[in-house]
C-alpha cells in the first residue's frame, strides 16, 4: 500500500495509526509522530477493534442520497438554452446570465436556480460556455 503511491493520504495515515498501535507506541507518541489528533488516533483504533481493518481504513461510506436539482427535461432545455444565441447585448452566455433567462423561461416551472447548479449541468453534458461549436 505504501510503495504504490497509489492510495489517498487519510488511508494512509490510517493504515500508519495502526502499524504504531501495533508497534505498542502510546496514542500520544503516534499522534505526534504523524501530526495528527489524538482523538484521531482513538477513533482508528477504536474502528479497528469493532468494525475490522477495512473499516478502519476506509471509514464509514457515505449513505447521503443528493436530490436532482433539474429532472431531464429541464435539462434538455437549459441545453437548448446554451446552444442558442446569447440576449442582445452579450457576446457569449455567463453561468450568471443563463441562471436567470432559465428561471424566467415559461416552459419551466422553477423558482430559482444557482449558477452553481448551470455549470455542473453543463459540465455532464461536455457543453462549454466558451466554445462557439456547441450548437
Not at 502510546?26 to 477493534?49: H, M, P
Not at 416551472?109 to 453534458?125: A, G, N
Request: charged residues 30%; proline residues 4%; positive net charge.
Amino acid at each position: 500500500m505504501f510503495s504504490s503511491g497509489t492510495e489517498k493520504a487519510r488511508k494512509l495515515t490510517r493504515a500508519r495509526i495502526l502499524l504504531k498501535a501495533h508497534e505498542k507506541w502510546t496514542d500520544e507518541e503516534i499522534s505526534q509522530a504523524l501530526d495528527v489528533g489524538n482523538v484521531t488516533v482513538y477513533r482508528i483504533r477504536k474502528r479497528y477493534v469493532e468494525e475490522g481493518l477495512t473499516f478502519a481504513l476506509e471509514g464509514k461510506p457515505s449513505v447521503r442520497q443528493y436530490e436532482r436539482k433539474l429532472d431531464g427535461r429541464q435539462e434538455a432545455h437549459l441545453v437548448a438554452l446554451v446552444c442558442g444565441p446569447p440576449p442582445a447585448g452579450y457576446a457569449n452566455w455567463t453561468l450568471r446570465l443563463l441562471a436567470d433567462k432559465f428561471v424566467a423561461l415559461e416552459a419551466i416551472d422553477i423558482p430559482s436556480i444557482s449558477y452553481e447548479t448551470i455549470r455542473q449541468v453543463l459540465k455532464k453534458t461536455n457543453l462549454s460556455l466558451g466554445k462557439i461549436s456547441n450548437g
